[in-house]
């Protein structure tokens, strides 16, 4: 889908973004040179016309997303996971970006489930309410199960939602790489991967078997976890477009004043969903990347029920370890240790002084200690922890700032459940039982009896593997063939055919 109709919306973009009084705030967040900050604005402000007023009652970048259309509100709010990317302050406000929209019609709804079912949809259900809820990419319906006179939750994808996607992601790659050819600098920020990081989470979220997937894993781990429940897949009632699961009937965990009519202990709540989710973070490394109160409720037994799990987060096993012992060191105040684990994990370059980065890492956590144990924040301590190891050499882990991201959200349904919480003291036992049973002699010995059962495996392989090596090692090395010119050459009269498209491309774009 490639073409000119790209150029066209993104001109309708830049002028959203102008008549919103947005682009101003994009360029700050995203650090463009005061040159190109300017001519940004003089170039998008004749066009102020074609782009969208937005409501005027929410925040600038919020307003122009949300005016722009369903891909552009996904995309603000994968966006607002990397602080490392648009700022702390724009992210914040992405974080609010409401991924709400008018329903379709139940009749269409219908349409779509019987399609995907194999059969009509009065066959299957007993009764199939109006919307219950419509986001961006789909919406719920109640229904009642015709065999069993179970309630369920339909969910239906939007129709043609898959086809305006891409044609907004085509659009995103076009501006990206523009961006890239016309300012070199901006190359550090990566635009044409994040991109496609926003591409391969949409385009999961647009097959609800892979959501269902998503789910089924997350029930796998979380069965044992007391207080905790999660709506039940209908596998033969699923399909690409259409996702059936056992409705989930609770109060709003952000309705503080329902809760409390209901008897429920709200410090009891707040501390129980901190807990489960780093539970779910180091025990399990796959955890539910977006717990903010529109996706939990409170069952009537006090049970705390997730839903929608479209974004999932997942950190691998060593990484657990590493960030586990990062938390703890800073719980047990031991900076030194702290400093030497990202060593350890190469995280910081080795060439760089362990004491600084140790005294650096002093004055994030003690600051930290000495505020109110209402106002400590577990979110701020890895934001601030990435801003020092950034200065000090490390690489963007996007699986952390994810992480860091979620955490931020969880502390918040946290504390408006309970606000004198101490994020300290309720995270203390989850990560000390991780250190216990994963960090220690016994951990390590059960990470050694897994490497032995990887090499009886790979047994009666192993002498050939080894012979194999070094006769590749001992084998003379030998000069690449000398290619032909006309390589070369082509590719350059391709670089030139290319540039100067995009030059005009460019050209139009402004």
């Known amino acids: 889908m490639r073409g000119p109709h790209n150029i066209l919306r993104l001109i309708v973009t830049g002028a959203t973004l102008e008549r919103t009084g947005a682009m101003a705030q994009v360029m700050a967040a995203f650090d463009a040179p005061p040159l190109v900050r300017v001519a940004m604005r003089v170039l998008a402000w004749p066009f102020q016309w074609l782009g969208y007023r937005g409501d005027s009652s929410v925040p600038p970048a919020t307003r122009a997303l949300t005016a722009l259309g369903p891909a552009y509100i996904k995309f603000g709010q994968i966006l607002s996971t990397r602080p490392d990317l648009v700022g702390e302050e724009l992210a914040t406000q992405l974080r609010v970006l409401q991924d709400k929209l008018p329903p379709f019609s139940v009749a269409e709804a219908k349409r779509q489930v019987a399609e995907q079912l194999g059969q009509p949809v009065e066959t299957v259900f007993a009764d199939f309410s109006e919307p219950v809820a419509a986001a961006s990419i789909a919406q719920v319906h109640r229904a009642t199960l015709r065999a069993s006179s179970e309630v369920v939750a339909v969910k239906v994808l939007r129709p043609g939602i898959e086809r305006a996607f891409r044609r907004d992601i085509d659009a995103f790659y076009f501006a990206a790489r523009t961006i890239e050819f016309l300012s070199p600098g901006s190359r550090r920020l990566r635009p044409t991967d994040v991109i496609a990081h926003f591409e391969g989470v949409v385009m999961g979220e647009l097959d609800l078997r892979l959501?269902?997937?998503?789910?089924?894993?997350?029930?796998?781990?979380?069965?044992?976890?007391?207080?905790?429940?999660?709506?039940?897949?209908?596998?033969?009632?699923?399909?690409?477009?259409?996702?059936?699961?056992?409705?989930?009937?609770?109060?709003?965990?952000?309705?503080?004043?329902?809760?409390?009519?209901?008897?429920?202990?709200?410090?009891?709540?707040?501390?129980?969903?901190?807990?489960?989710?780093?539970?779910?973070?180091?025990r399990d490394g796959y955890f539910h990347a977006d717990m903010h109160q529109g996706n939990l409720k409170v069952a009537a037994s006090g049970d705390i029920i997730a839903y929608d799990f479209g974004i999932m987060g997942h950190i691998d096993e060593y990484t657990r370890k590493v960030y586990a012992e990062i938390l703890y060191g800073f719980i047990k105040r031991d900076y030194r240790r702290v400093a030497e684990v990202h060593f350890e994990a190469g995280y910081v370059p080795a060439d760089r002084d362990v004491d600084a980065f140790a005294r650096a890492l002093r004055a994030v956590g003690e600051p930290i200690f000495g505020m109110d144990a209402s106002k400590i924040s577990m979110g701020k301590l890895l934001s601030y922890l990435f801003e020092v190891t950034e200065r000090f050499g490390m690489e963007t882990r996007t699986e952390l700032i994810l992480l860091q991201r979620t955490m931020v959200v969880v502390e918040g349904v946290a504390r408006s459940l309970s606000p004198q919480i101490n994020i300290w003291q309720v995270a203390r036992p989850v990560v000390e039982d991780y250190i216990r049973k994963n960090i220690g002699p016994r951990a390590a010995a059960r990470d050694l009896q897994k490497t032995l059962e990887v090499l009886v495996r790979y047994g009666p392989r192993l002498p050939g593997i080894v012979e194999n090596a070094l006769i590749r090692s001992s084998a003379p090395n030998t000069p690449p063939p000398a290619s032909s010119r006309l390589v070369p050459a082509l590719w350059a009269a391709g670089g030139a055919a290319a540039g100067i498209a995009a030059s005009f491309a460019a050209f139009w774009l402004i």
């Not at 069965?223 to 109060?251: E, H, Q, Y």
């Not at 952000?254 to 501390?271: F, P, T, V, W």
């Open 211 to 282: 959501e269902a997937a998503s789910a089924g894993e997350f029930a796998a781990n979380t069965a044992n976890d007391a207080g905790f429940d999660l709506p039940a897949i209908k596998w033969p009632l699923s399909g690409r477009r259409v996702m059936t699961m056992t409705w989930a009937d609770g109060l709003p965990l952000g309705d503080n004043a329902a809760l409390d009519a209901a008897g429920h202990n709200r410090d009891e709540l707040g501390e129980r969903v901190l807990q489960l989710f780093l539970s779910h973070a180091l």
